[in-house]
């Protein structure tokens, strides 16, 4: 085998493989025989068709058995005495055709790895040191509160009309003088005097209100409200009111805290300390790893291969259509809006795919491995999460994890060689 590596633009390289014509001439033998052994025509016993009307009759599959054969076999023969690392898919070039009694060539144009220099002090790179900031009893109380919110309960208030926090049931006509065929009624309604679910105007008409009132009033949208059908419109609204409640919070007690899996109030502030202690342990050295890899990506030299740049912009965008799907939203679809979209997105693709490449390298060099064990036990953890098999998780996701360990992995490395002032 004859193999010959051009560089091109970037990390592209033309590779010509050639393949001795004695292989092939095998390969079309044992090609040749199959189609015999297998071909009936009459006036002809199995096995006896002769060669020239075999090649008339079935060249084209004959050439392709070998083509099938070889070319994979020799392309990777190729890239591994080349020591070649590719990205993405290899592009043959041209149309390939087998000639007896010559050797096969083909020509691939393939993505390589390009070359990362990194900085000689990777090791030891200086950044600032974040500290936690300490746990106080301010912090403590306001995540009791939040928990107090969660368990509040609303009970029937009869004698008293609506107020800020009520939560109240009621019937609804609305209609719009400027467009009389749009309209919406709605039996039973729910919501919360004062909440984000209504507009500041709405609440600002019913407080006061009783149970049975009826009311008419206008209500300005503005522009930019949530729903779209209503925004920037001014729309009457007929209202019942049919019930109301108020909200009743419980004692923060000892009761309170066996209502979250706690023996006592102590024991439940305690937790909640570690809790808030952790998050902020976590924010303090995701802020240096962050800080890290700026520096690494600020004194390395790369320029990454357009197909990882592509591949990493098709995931933001897939991401980002799973958190609108998540909102009730979709992403418009049009080819200038999918444009603008990916433009918005290349530079932290790039970013993206330098920072993979760069804790790559660094994972080669200093032999950062993830065990078996490991990735196993994170594709049984998404196999619960997600309710699949762990050989479903297996399919999709094996490679991600791996991948995802060994950059964690690698950051923790940097991050405990780095000095910190």
């Known amino acids: 085998m004859r193999v010959d590596v051009t560089d091109l633009e970037q990390c592209k390289k033309a590779v010509t493989v050639e393949i001795p014509e004695e292989i092939v001439t095998r390969k079309i033998n044992e090609a040749f025989r199959q189609v015999s052994s297998s071909t009936r025509l009459k006036g002809f016993r199995p096995g006896k068709v002769p060669k020239d009307l075999l090649k008339a009759r079935f060249w084209d599959k004959i050439e392709s058995e070998v083509i099938k054969d070889l070319v994979p076999e020799y392309f990777e023969k190729a890239v591994e005495e080349q020591k070649l690392q590719l990205v993405g898919q290899p592009e043959f070039e041209g149309e390939l055709h087998v000639h007896e009694n010559s050797p096969l060539s083909f020509k691939v144009v393939v993505t390589t790895w390009p070359k990362i220099e990194l900085p000689q002090n990777y090791r ?27 368990a509040a309960k609303y009970q029937v208030i009869t004698d ?20 009389p065929s749009w309209s919406e009624s709605k039996k039973d309604a729910v919501a919360t005097v ?41 729309i009457t609204f007929k209202i019942n009111i049919k019930e109301i409640k108020e909200k009743v919070l419980p004692e923060i007690d000892d009761d309170f805290a066996k ?32 800080s890290l890899l700026n520096k690494l990506l600020d004194s390395t030299s790369i320029e990454p291969p357009e197909i990882m740049v592509e591949n990493e912009t098709d995931a933001l965008v897939q991401d980002l259509e ?14 200038s809006n999918i444009a ?82």
């Open 124 to 150: 030891e790179i200086e950044i600032v040191g974040e500290k936690a900031a300490e746990v106080t009893e301010d912090d403590i109380m306001e995540v009791l509160k939040d928990l107090q919110e969660q």
């Open 160 to 179: 008293r009309p609506l107020r800020e926090g009520d939560l109240f049931v009621f019937d609804y006509d609305a209609t719009e003088k400027a467009n």
């Open 194 to 234: 004062g909440s984000q679910q209504i507009p500041p105007g709405f609440s600002q008409n019913i407080i006061g209100m009783s149970k049975g009132e009826e009311k008419e009033f206008e209500e300005a949208f503005p522009a930019d409200y949530a729903k779209p059908e209503v925004a920037g419109r001014n």
């Open 259 to 290: 209502d979250w899996s706690n023996d006592s109030l102590a024991s439940l502030k305690e937790e909640i300390a570690e809790t808030i202690k952790k998050r902020r342990e976590d924010e303090a050295r995701s802020k240096m790893v962050n």
């Open 322 to 335: 799973f958190r609108l799907a998540a909102q009730g939203r979709a992403l418009e679809k049009t080819e």
């Open 340 to 421: 603008l979209v990916r433009k918005d997105f290349r530079e932290t693709a790039i970013r993206n795919v330098k920072a993979s490449m760069i804790l790559e390298e660094v994972a080669i060099r200093e032999g950062i491995e993830v065990p078996p064990e490991e990735i196993d036990h994170h594709v049984q953890l998404l196999a619960k999460q997600y309710n699949k098999t762990a050989e479903e998780v297996k399919k999709v996701y094996k490679g991600k994890i791996e991948k995802t360990l060994q950059e964690r992995k690698t950051l923790n490395f940097l991050l405990d060689h780095a000095l910190i002032r």
